[in-house]
Structure formats: structure tokens, C-alpha cells
């Protein structure tokens, strides 16, 4: 069975542009990546739905990857009534107050470091393992964090995109 054939990619190729837009804008806050991608429509694969969103997501301004970023919590503090924040952060759930503490204060040295939130592909991460990417990345350069965000947003809009199209 090829992916063109499973329903959520069929319906999420037909769908009217509203709705696919908001659907796609679920997956990444970026106005422009869901643009892209919604202008792309319709896909044969799941597979060149994921390559054009590595196209789009390679095409972000710095102010679209502000955009995207403005729509995903701090690790640590998923967004209440959201499945998607908590699921992804799964990996904070049974971290300690310590830990926690830990990530709250990384969290906000990052954040005036750069200016936005610490972006991590947190599915199936620890928050040890969390904890330790936001280390390492805090003394970045500015250009260099910019990569790192962007690489990471691909991750995430990978999962997400996928769960669109496989999910009932």
C-alpha cells in the first residue's frame, strides 16, 4: 500500500484551504511554511509532503522562524488543554523538582539570550537529555542557535505532519 492511498493524506489534500490551512498551521505556526505548503497541495506521498516541508522550512526568514517559534511552549511548561505540547514533552513528566528548576532557569537564560524560546524536538527526549541540549546550545551565536532552530523545527513539523495525515 503506497501512502497516496491512506485516507488523512487524501483529506488533507482535498480539503478546503481554510481548513487545510489551519490544520497546517497546527503543525507550525509560520503563516509563510503553511502558504508553501498549501500552495504545494496536492501530494502524492507522505513522503513529498515531508520533503516539501524541509523545502519551506529551508526558505524561513529569521522573522518566519520567530513566527513558528511564538507557537510552542517552554520545555517544561506544556501548554495546558494542548495534547500535542504535552505529548511531545512527554519527557518532563516525571522529571524532579530539581530538574525542573534547572529547566525553568535554563529556559529563561536562553530566552534573553536570544530572544525566543528554546526550540528542541522533545519527542522521545529525556529531560535530562533536554536539559543538556539547552547547555550546550545557550553559548551558540546567534547564527549558529538560528541553524539549530531551524533544524530542529524540521524534526517537529516531520512528527506533526505525519500524525496529520496518519491520524483518523
Not at 539547552?134 to 549558529?144: F, G, K, L
Request: proline share 6%; net charge negative.
Amino acid at each position: 500500500m503506497t501512502t497516496s492511498s491512506t485516507p488523512g493524506l487524501a483529506r488533507f489534500n482535498t480539503q478546503a484551504a481554510p481548513e487545510a490551512a489551519a490544520a497546517l498551521h497546527e503543525v507550525c505556526a509560520s503563516e509563510r511554511w503553511g502558504n508553501l505548503l498549501l500552495n504545494r497541495r496536492p501530494y502524492a506521498t507522505l513522503q513529498a509532503l515531508l520533503l516539501a516541508s524541509d523545502a519551506a522550512t529551508a526558505e524561513l526568514s529569521g522573522k518566519d522562524l520567530a513566527e513558528a517559534m511564538a507557537g510552542h511552549p517552554p520545555i517544561g511548561r506544556p501548554e495546558p488543554g494542548d495534547p500535542t505540547s504535552a505529548r511531545e514533552q512527554r519527557g518532563m513528566e516525571g522529571a524532579s523538582e530539581e530538574l525542573r528548576a534547572e529547566m525553568l532557569e535554563l529556559n529563561l537564560a536562553y530566552q534573553e539570550r536570544f530572544g525566543h524560546v528554546f526550540l528542541i524536538c522533545a519527542t522521545g527526549a529525556t529531560g535530562e537529555q533536554m536539559r543538556d541540549a539547552v547547555t550546550a546550545r545557550i553559548t551558540n551565536s546567534p547564527d549558529r542557535e538560528r541553524e539549530f532552530v531551524r533544524t530542529e523545527l524540521g524534526k517537529i513539523n516531520r512528527i506533526r505532519l505525519t500524525r496529520l495525515v496518519q491520524d483518523p
